[in-house]
């Protein structure tokens, strides 16, 4: 294969690594600090991806057109919206339903990913079709052979990168990060030692939250379109990969969106099918994984105690 | 007792009436005075008990319902037989209640979970087309439908038995859309355009020909009424002699404690394996009828979407109990159709409607009641 | 069966040698010597985390040993599941309440017979009226054991399990697992939360259905002492995963070893 064009795939799939990373550490993050699912997450996604383009078409209507500046309020607008859904769904949703079987909340979640993909479909205008994204980071390329490196890709690479280095800084070298820590290892100790619970709890939803709106800014961005179904597929991707790294852990949800986006990528290069059978591709490694290492390549649970 | 007996039937008279005006009225105020009056006689009987005499007497001759529920059926037919679009809804509704009994024991009894319940319903559609397109005798095709969808379901018996919980969900989750993705992009299988199936044609008797009975016609889709009350109840039946029985039990066993279970010699995989197939071959043979019923299949019919108004069947009716699954998939297929304005939204709908249930009633409209073995002779 | 007659080797039910078992860092069974009589009641004490519930899990299966053998009625059942366990004839009670709460009391009990049940399909769904015979039979049973315990609570057969006060769910445990007969019965702190009326009246039902059954083997981990030095012919002590003591309870009190397991070190005079 011509090395341009390895090239080119290499950076496609670290890009989609990135984006599987960052969807990834939101549900570890959720998984780490209330043992749930939260099985909308990769609507959440989509949903900040869609808050971005209408803010940026307001930007654009309001006659403000600065780059930096559009793309700055964008991601800002994207991700504090997605960190009030976040919230808002652990009040609401997740933490009443903490006593009730995993199933219950389990079904609360898809149903309330169901929701924001149909209020996407239904109330925004055209939302049953894919919407251009608008290019807002400078589209200066540079050809190195058959490999395109534009700049606006690896400036969202290393934003991709960053965000999730700055959730994981928070949740290891902050006072907070280490009451979401205490809170994922043993609540009801920490509760007894003065943390709050529940704000914890809906601060760490927020983060994870905030993190999937930047995700999908990013996501906007790079493929310069979405869809009100993308969800669907980061979710699954995301959970997988979460689930792969070994639920709970940072570095394992890094680990696992790279992995996925490495398989991703490989399988569309060297498998003998049209690219439509990618996502059919991207199902069946998730399945296979999952049964043969259900418990995450990384963390092994121990056994149950009767 | 026989007042008891006498007052259920009555009971069902006068819903089989309820039921006839709520399919075939095209008044909306009707409709919703229906839903409303519904509504409010649940509530009285929940809140008052008031139908416990007869309810129990009812469950102590299961024979005595089942003839009641068939000729109210009977009736609401009779009523409706030149009505095609509303004999269509009935017999939809009742080949979803199929489908949705055969989730029932994997989620209900088992616990086992699946949200790939439209993948194979349309396993059992698509072998259905596949094989009446070659000539397959219809019965056959429609059985075949059920098997090959057990078949494909042992695909996934490995990841299902591996995984507990959100695991198992994501596995579900990922083949459901495998499923549709890939019919969508394989054109061997006729692709996003779909198939055509040919109307049933049992040992001679044409379904898709209107009947002519001496002066009287009625709709074709009476044919199919008949056949989807006839699988429904078989169906219903099956679950019932499932439940009430030491499979059933070991079902609940491995639901709910699998630990203990397997302790007292339990064969987990076993139960499990057991529930799974069973829901699958229900699954498949509702959905091969279904197909032939349409006469066209497509892709976009068994989404994860389709699989999701499933699960929401069997929540709303109450996870673990047949019963309430035709009132649920009444309320679920029904509703949308008749009020059209909500259509559209009916996927915003539903997914409001079971979080709500889950939040405030989580055991759904019919609760699952005590096991009780043999009702019939607790007389 | 007294303590003068002798005790050879082949009484032994059941013998486990060198029995380990890790969690992780933690040795929780340590090379565990240990074997029970056929016929008697075995105390098997020591303070919270000296491996008595670990033990109990090895022996039925739901943790495979790292190392060791365990021999049950002459056949080595080591590692194997637990539903061949079960089989074999060994029965437990659960230090944690384990029913299905929302299944009725006869549901609950009848888990424990399973063994004894038709588990096809087509038995289940198709021949009814064998299934009405079993059936009548299992409520029999059920009805039988429970009275022993508690004739109230037979009375309550179709009830939920979850309408039990605590008590009465420990006696259905117990029943669950007596209703398939088993050879050695392993009961893991039945008294717990109990008074002592409550737990003498227990253990008054235990030792009558023992009397009935002459093949009844148990171990019996408690915490009550009391429960101890009237049920046990011998008692195990346990401490960090290993045995410090064995004997009658008379003899192990007043071990020195055994006192400072439970209590710490002894204080210089």
């Not at chain 1, 780059?67 to 960190?83: D, N, R, S, T």
């Not at chain 1, 290892?185 to 920490?190: E, F, L």
């Not at chain 2, 009975?213 to 199919?224: E, I, K, Q, R, T």
């Not at chain 2, 499979?247 to 397997?262: H, I, K, N, P, Y």
Request: glycine share 10%; net charge positive; aromatic share 10%.
């Amino acid at each position: 294969m011509d090395p341009g064009v390895a090239a080119q795939y290499a950076f496609n799939g670290l890009m989609l690594g990135v984006i599987y990373a960052m969807v990834a550490v939101g549900f570890t993050l959720f998984f780490g600090v209330l043992d749930v699912i939260q099985f909308a997450h990769g609507d959440v996604v989509m949903a900040g991806a869609f808050v971005a383009l209408a803010t940026s078409l307001a930007l654009h209507a309001l006659g403000i057109a600065v780059p930096a500046l559009v793309v700055i309020v964008v991601a800002c607008a994207a991700g504090l919206a997605m960190a009030l859904v976040g919230a808002l769904i652990a009040r609401y949703l997740v933490l009443p339903l903490r006593a009730a079987p995993a199933f219950n909340t389990l079904l609360v979640t898809l149903m309330l990913g169901s929701i924001l993909r149909e209020l996407v479909r239904l109330f925004y205008p055209n939302g049953s079709n894919p919407q251009p994204f608008p290019r807002l980071l400078p589209t200066v390329s540079k050809n190195l052979g058959n490999f395109t490196l534009r700049l606006d890709s690896v400036i969202l690479l290393v934003t991709g990168i960053a965000t999730i280095v700055m959730v994981n800084l928070v949740v290891r070298r902050t006072r907070f990060g280490l009451a979401i820590r205490a809170v994922a290892q043993d609540s009801d100790t920490a509760r007894s030692m003065g943390i709050d619970f529940e704000r914890v709890v809906l601060v760490t939803f927020a983060i994870g939250s905030a993190l999937a709106g930047i995700a999908g800014v990013v996501y906007g961005l790079y493929y310069n379109e979405v869809n009100f179904d993308i969800g669907l597929l980061l979710g699954v991707i995301g959970f997988s990969a979460a689930v792969v790294g070994g639920l709970g852990s940072i570095y394992g949800a890094i680990l696992g969106g790279f992995l996925f986006a490495a398989l991703q990528t490989i399988g569309s290069v060297a498998l003998p099918v049209s690219s439509a059978y990618n996502n059919v591709f991207a199902f069946a490694v998730v399945i296979i994984l999952m049964t043969w290492k259900p418990t995450g390549l990384i963390a092994e649970r121990p056994s149950e105690r009767a | 007792m026989r007042s008891h007996i006498a007052v259920a039937a009555a009971a069902f008279a006068v819903g089989g009436v309820w039921l006839w005006a709520f399919l075939s009225t095209d008044s909306v105020w009707l409709f919703a005075s229906l839903i409303v009056v519904a509504v409010l006689a649940f509530a009285f009987f929940q809140r008052f008990d008031a139908a416990g005499r007869y309810r129990r007497a009812l469950a102590t001759r299961p024979r005595r319902a089942a003839l009641f529920a068939v000729l109210a059926v009977a009736g609401v037919a009779g009523g409706l037989r030149d009505q095609a679009y509303p004999l269509l809804m009935l017999c939809t509704v009742l080949l979803f209640v199929v489908a949705c009994i055969g989730l029932n024991i994997q989620t209900g009894y088992c616990g086992i979970v699946n949200f790939a319940g439209a993948a194979f319903f349309g396993t059992g559609a698509y072998t259905a087309a596949v094989l009446s397109a070659h000539g397959v005798p219809h019965l056959f095709a429609i059985v075949a439908g059920g098997i090959v969808a057990a078949l494909v379901g042992s695909l996934l018996i490995l990841p299902v038995l591996r995984t507990r919980g959100y695991y198992a969900a994501l596995v579900t989750i990922a083949f459901g859309i495998l499923f549709s993705t890939f019919l969508e992009v394989n054109s061997a299988l006729g692709g996003p355009q779909g198939l055509k199936l040919p109307g049933i044609d049992l040992f001679g008797w044409r379904f898709n020909r209107d009947i002519q009975l001496g002066g009287a016609s009625a709709s074709f889709y009476v044919n199919y009424l008949v056949l989807s009350l006839a699988l429904a109840l078989a169906a219903f039946v099956f679950a019932r002699r499932v439940e009430r029985s030491w499979l059933g039990l070991a079902f609940d066993a491995v639901r709910l404690d699998e630990t203990a279970a397997a302790t007292f010699g339990i064969g987990i995989a076993r139960a499990k394996i057991i529930a799974f197939t069973l829901g699958n071959l229900l699954c498949g043979i509702s959905g091969a009828t279904y197909a032939m019923m349409q006469g066209f299949i497509a892709p976009n019919n068994f989404t994860f979407g389709e699989s999701l108004i499933l699960v929401s069947i069997v929540i709303l009716g109450g996870i673990g109990n047949p019963l309430g699954i035709v009132p649920a998939a009444l309320v679920i297929i029904v509703v949308p159709q008749k009020l059209q304005f909500i259509q559209e939204y009916r996927f915003l709908l539903y997914g409001c409607l079971v979080i709500l249930i889950l939040l405030f009633r989580p055991e759904g409209l019919l609760p699952r009641p005590l096991r009780n073995y043999f009702p019939e002779s607790s007389a | 069966m007294t303590l003068a007659e002798p005790v050879t080797v082949a009484d032994w039910l059941l013998t486990c040698r060198g029995l380990t078992m890790r969690f992780g860092g933690v040795l929780a069974l340590d090379s565990l010597d240990l074997h029970v009589v056929q016929g008697e009641i075995l105390g098997l004490i020591g303070p919270n985390g000296s491996g008595k519930t670990t033990f109990f899990n090895v022996l039925t299966g739901l943790y495979r040993p790292h190392a060791g053998r365990v021999e049950f009625a002459g056949r080595d059942i080591t590692g194997h599941s637990p539903q061949q366990v079960c089989r074999a004839g060994i029965a437990r009670t659960f230090q944690r309440s384990r029913l299905c709460l929302p299944l009725t009391v006869l549901d609950n009990v009848l888990i424990g017979n399973h063994p004894r049940l038709d588990n096809g399909v087509g038995f289940n769904v198709f021949r009814r009226r064998a299934l009405r015979h079993q059936f009548d039979e299992g409520v029999e049973t059920s009805r039988c054991l429970l009275a022993t315990f508690n004739p109230d609570l037979a009375a309550r057969l179709f009830d939920a399990a979850a309408t039990l006060d605590m008590i009465d769910r420990r006696r259905v445990e117990i029943c669950r697992a007596l209703v398939n007969a088993p050879t050695l019965l392993l009961l893991d702190e039945p008294s717990a939360g109990m008074t002592h009326g409550e737990t003498r009246e227990l253990m008054d039902d235990i030792l009558q259905i023992r009397a009935s059954s002459s093949a009844l083997t148990i171990v019996i981990i408690e915490h009550e002492m009391n429960v101890i030095e009237r049920m046990t012919q011998r008692c195990v002590v346990l401490n960090y995963g290993e045995k410090i003591a064995e004997g009658p309870f008379r003899a192990i009190a007043s071990d020195a070893a055994v006192q400072e397991a439970y209590l710490g070190q002894a204080m210089t005079t």
